[in-house]
């Protein structure tokens, strides 16, 4: 195909097209294998600062970390002409947590959020503290995007793509969302969709502590 283009662009334009499936089909791969090693995982959980395998709790400083977080979007958010918000409250209780886990979670859920806002919509990452027994804390993900009621149990199946989605311009493996919804059990934690009047939320809520 490359030794056919007629110009320069267009062998540009084929480079990029290949490019873009090599990548698609790794991201698959890992993804699949992930999604194996998830659900085949079963092991205990410790409230330790550092375990190998398979978690490792570490006390987390929210705000600065948080802030880290969404750093990498940026870009991505001024790129699609989206508005971003992040609220957070003054102050937030120490989480103990896998960060690398939790990291994963709020990421997949940030660029889902990105993939299925429009141009001038708006992405909020909010989280709150929610004291009474068990004590948790709440991340909400939310961005102007509609999912049909009865959608709403499908979002975390594997392969699961919006309804009306072109998958080939939102990218991704289908994954994302399944993927979430595994490593929410891993930390002992909780996950909850909502969508109506144009906007979706997706709220994770995190214990205190993971016994």
């Given at each position: 195909?490359?030794?056919?283009?007629?110009?320069?662009e267009?062998?540009?334009?084929y480079?990029?097209?290949?490019?873009e499936?090599?990548?698609?089909?790794?991201?698959?791969?890992?993804d699949?294998?992930?999604?194996?090693?998830?659900?085949?995982a079963?092991c205990?959980?410790?409230?330790?600062?550092?375990?190998?395998h398979?978690?490792a709790?570490q006390?987390?400083?929210?705000?600065?970390?948080?802030?880290?977080?969404?750093?990498p979007?940026?870009?991505?958010?001024?790129?699609?002409?989206?508005?971003?918000?992040?609220?957070?409250p003054?102050?937030?209780p120490?989480l103990?947590?896998?960060?690398?886990?939790?990291?994963r979670i709020?990421?997949?859920?940030?660029?889902?959020?990105?993939?299925?806002?429009?141009?001038?919509?708006?992405?909020?990452?909010?989280v709150?503290?929610?004291?009474?027994?068990?004590?948790?804390?709440?991340?909400?993900?939310g961005n102007?995007?509609?999912?049909p009621?009865e959608?709403?149990?499908?979002v975390?199946?594997?392969?699961?793509r919006c309804p009306?989605?072109?998958?080939?311009?939102?990218?991704?493996?289908?994954?994302?969302?399944?993927l979430v919804?595994?490593?929410?059990?891993?930390?002992?934690?909780?996950?909850?969709?909502?969508s109506?009047n144009?906007?979706?939320?997706?709220?994770?809520?995190?214990?205190?502590?993971?016994?």
């Amino acid at each position: 195909m490359l030794r056919l283009a007629p110009t320069e662009e267009k062998r540009n334009r084929y480079l990029d097209i290949l490019e873009e499936q090599s990548l698609r089909e790794s991201n698959l791969i890992n993804d699949l294998l992930e999604f194996q090693r998830l659900e085949g995982a079963s092991c205990a959980i410790a409230l330790q600062p550092l375990r190998l395998h398979p978690i490792a709790l570490q006390p987390l400083r929210l705000q600065e970390w948080l802030l880290e977080l969404v750093q990498p979007f940026q870009a991505q958010f001024i790129n699609r002409e989206q508005t971003f918000i992040l609220d957070l409250p003054e102050t937030l209780p120490t989480l103990f947590s896998d960060i690398m886990i939790l990291q994963r979670i709020l990421f997949e859920l940030l660029n889902n959020a990105c993939k299925y806002t429009v141009p001038g919509g708006k992405i909020c990452l909010s989280v709150t503290y929610e004291p009474t027994e068990p004590a948790a804390v709440i991340f909400q993900v939310g961005n102007h995007a509609q999912i049909p009621q009865e959608e709403l149990t499908k979002v975390f199946d594997k392969f699961y793509r919006c309804p009306n989605a072109d998958p080939w311009s939102q990218g991704g493996t289908g994954l994302g969302l399944a993927l979430v919804h595994n490593l929410v059990k891993q930390l002992q934690a909780a996950i909850a969709v909502n969508s109506q009047n144009e906007w979706t939320t997706f709220t994770v809520k995190h214990p205190m502590r993971i016994e």
